[in-house]
């Protein structure tokens, strides 16, 4: 299958900063890519769509100002928590549409604030 | 009502059973349904993919799709203690393929 790399795999970062997470679409373009939350023992919940050249599309009740997304190329969105917090720990993972509409995942970020 | 519902298990088989796992869905506008196998602390792997209804066979495993019922179904064959992990359904409707998912359910094969 194709394959997305999720980069950093881990992040330990202090409260009130900001962290990056990349998604990359190793090979194969990705107009569209998604990121997701998962906490311990749950599913995972979207937070927000993010198609190639425009404005990222948040599920009801994610703070766009906090998550903000980029999706700057075919292969490449980001994913900044901004002004991070002990609440945003969290397990995040961001997939990919390839044109066969076949979702590939990124290997997750765990994100922990302290 | 949750979209997709799926049991959160756990599951626990003894090697060498048939594992049946299954969600239900509530909205009949989904035409992708696809199975995902978790392992702890990494991101989920595409196992079986399935346009609209019937069954897909790949290996050990089974997935089956009933749109009239709003059902879906993997079956593992031989279950191995390997295949120990959250299997999570899930699926989506064409333009963006937005991905809904089950809960997952925790599935343990003992040796």
């Known amino acids: 299958g194709a394959v997305v790399s999720q980069h950093p795999s881990r992040v330990i970062c202090k409260s009130g900063t900001s962290v990056k997470i990349e998604c990359r679409s190793l090979?194969?373009?990705?107009?569209?890519m998604f990121w997701y939350r998962q906490f311990p023992k749950q599913s995972l919940m979207l937070m927000a769509t993010?198609?190639?050249?425009?404005?990222?599309?948040?599920e009801q009740g994610v703070e766009k100002d906090k998550f903000l997304i980029n999706h700057a190329s075919l292969t490449l969105s980001t994913l900044t928590v901004t002004s991070a917090h002990p609440e945003d720990s969290s397990f995040y993972i961001c997939?990919?549409?390839?044109?066969?509409?076949?979702?590939?995942f990124g290997q997750g970020t765990r994100l922990t604030v302290v | 009502q949750k979209e997709v519902e799926q049991d959160p298990g756990p599951l626990s088989v003894p090697e060498g059973a048939i594992v049946s796992l299954n969600c239900t869905y509530s909205?009949?506008?989904?035409?992708?349904f696809m199975w995902y196998r978790q392992y702890s602390r990494k991101g989920p792997e595409l196992l079986m993919y399935?346009?609209?209804?019937g069954n897909k066979e790949d290996g050990r495993f089974t997935a089956q799709v009933d749109k009239s019922s709003k059902y879906i179904s993997l079956f593992i064959r031989d279950s191995q203690p390997s295949d120990s992990a959250t299997y999570l359904c899930?699926?989506?409707?064409?333009?963006?393929?937005?991905?809904?998912f089950g809960a997952g359910t925790r599935l343990f094969v003992k040796a």
């Open positions: 997939s990919a549409v390839s044109d066969k509409t076949e979702a590939f």
């Open positions: 090979d194969f373009q990705a107009t569209t």
């Open positions: 993010s198609n190639e050249g425009s404005k990222a599309t948040y």
């Open positions: 909205n009949s506008a989904f035409q992708y």
């Open positions: 399935t346009y609209s209804s």
């Open positions: 899930a699926m989506g409707n064409t333009g963006g393929f937005k991905t809904i």
